[in-house]
């Protein structure tokens, strides 16, 4: 068989991650799942902030979800979130649509696809070929918004493809 391999961090707290007495037995070796890159010596990693996002932005991303919903049907948050399929709970689709949590983007894009193709529609829907519409504009305004970083990575690929 081939070797186990043993993913574990040592804090103040004990070990977290697998159990280091099991199937790799007592005192095995475990690799750290620290922050630190070992090359830079056990110096940390340096990391980014980013930006925050304007709630102007969260209040846009917000409208866009929720005309969406309504436009599938769901006249409330409930009614969507209890749908099977649904990628997010209810109290964080409230969360989104207030403008209160801003989705990443893998998260608005599958709230839109549950909306626009996965779900079953609700009673007041409007005709399919008008929620997809709906759902082309939404995904294609959320990429030009500065919190998904989608216009500055044009920018970027523009710069990168001129001759210089």
């Given at each position: 068989?081939?070797?186990?391999?043993?993913?574990?961090?040592?804090?103040?707290?004990?070990?977290?991650?697998?159990?280091?007495?099991?199937?790799?037995?007592?005192?095995?070796?475990?690799?750290?799942?620290?922050?630190?890159?070992?090359?830079?010596?056990?110096?940390?990693?340096?990391?980014k902030?980013?930006?925050?996002?304007?709630v102007?932005?969260?209040?846009?991303?917000?409208?866009?979800?929720?005309?969406?919903?309504?436009?599938?049907?769901?006249?409330?948050?409930?009614?969507?979130?209890?749908?099977?399929?649904?990628?997010?709970?209810?109290?964080?689709?409230?969360?989104?649509?207030?403008?209160?949590?801003?989705?990443s983007?893998?998260?608005?894009?599958?709230?839109?696809?549950?909306?626009?193709?996965?779900?079953?529609?609700?009673?007041?829907?409007?005709?399919?070929?008008?929620?997809?519409?709906?759902?082309?504009?939404?995904?294609?305004?959320?990429?030009?918004?500065?919190?998904?970083?989608?216009?500055?990575?044009?920018?970027?690929?523009?710069?990168?493809?001129?001759?210089?």
């Amino acid at each position: 068989m081939g070797e186990w391999y043993v993913w574990a961090e040592e804090t103040r707290h004990g070990t977290f991650g697998l159990d280091t007495h099991g199937a790799a037995g007592a005192g095995a070796r475990a690799e750290s799942l620290s922050c630190r890159d070992r090359r830079r010596q056990g110096r940390p990693v340096a990391r980014k902030k980013l930006h925050p996002v304007s709630v102007e932005e969260a209040r846009q991303v917000g409208v866009l979800l929720r005309n969406l919903r309504r436009a599938a049907g769901f006249r409330a948050v409930h009614e969507a979130a209890a749908r099977p399929g649904c990628p997010a709970a209810s109290q964080t689709i409230y969360a989104y649509e207030r403008g209160g949590l801003v989705p990443s983007l893998a998260q608005f894009l599958d709230l839109v696809e549950f909306y626009a193709l996965t779900s079953e529609p609700g009673p007041d829907a409007k005709a399919t070929e008008d929620l997809r519409a709906q759902a082309v504009a939404a995904v294609v305004t959320s990429l030009t918004l500065r919190c998904y970083h989608v216009s500055e990575a044009m920018r970027l690929i523009s710069r990168l493809q001129t001759r210089g």
